[in-house]
């Protein structure tokens, strides 16, 4: 079973640049999300797609961050401009979905680094 | 606030040795709890759950042990490998949100041959 892919692995940009990352999750996963990973941090969560729905977005820098989810599979979260702080790197999981009767194991991808200069 | 914190930040230990690496929690009324492994440049890895229901999980040479009432738990590590070297994350789901992982900042392992 092929896992959760990203693209790219990493980027470097100037600050006030725009970039996007993408994200394909594992196949018939209705659950996708976005996680950001500072250095020496843990992930924190930025946004929760069910199918094409967001779940949560509460901690998304809304005023410059977005993120959308392709018919329910594929997933592109975009930073612009970026900020300095914005350097980290970016992990998309996915899960089954499944109604709450068991847990629903997330599965990570390798992740994206970014660092803004 | 649902926060989950882990100590030791970092570990080093010689290879063969048992050792145990401790993450706390607030609140707890949670759903269930992970362990997971990073390894640099690579994603997390989940090594054991913890349903809220359950005191403890096994698999091969590790063992989380999950104490809801005094909000904590353990990953207990056998017999240490230079292999295990990696970053181990604690992370939390609570009960009534969505199924938001919260994690703590992880335990840099290093086993030395």
């Known amino acids: ?117 | 606030k649902q926060e989950v914190t882990q100590i030791p930040a970092a570990l080093s230990v010689p290879e063969g040795e048992n050792l145990v690496l401790n993450c706390s929690f607030t609140d707890s009324a949670i759903y269930n709890l992970q362990w997971f492994r990073q390894d640099p440049g690579k994603g997390l890895t989940s090594l054991l759950l913890i349903q809220s229901s359950q005191r403890e999980q096994t698999s091969g040479r590790l063992n989380a042990s999950l104490d809801k009432s005094s909000g904590r738990s353990t990953l207990y590590i056998a017999a240490s490998q230079p292999g295990d070297s990696a970053t181990y994350l604690c992370a939390v789901q609570w009960e009534g949100g969505s199924e938001k992982l919260v994690f703590g900042k992880g335990t840099k392992l290093t086993v030395n041959p």
């Open chain 1, 1 to 117: 079973e092929a896992g959760v892919a990203q693209s790219p692995r990493y980027k470097i940009i100037e600050k006030r640049q725009s970039v996007a990352f993408w994200c394909n999750p594992i196949s018939g996963h209705a659950t996708l999300y976005w996680y950001q990973q500072i250095l020496g941090q843990g992930p924190k969560l930025l946004i929760q797609f069910q199918n094409n729905g967001v779940v949560d977005d509460s901690q998304l820098p809304k005023d410059r961050f977005s993120a959308e989810r392709l018919k329910g599979v594929d997933s592109t979260l975009k930073i612009q401009p970026a900020k300095l702080e914005d350097s980290a790197v970016y992990l998309c999981a996915s899960s089954l979905g499944v109604v709450r009767g068991g847990p629903d194991t997330q599965y990570f991808g390798p992740g994206t680094r970014l660092t803004v200069l």
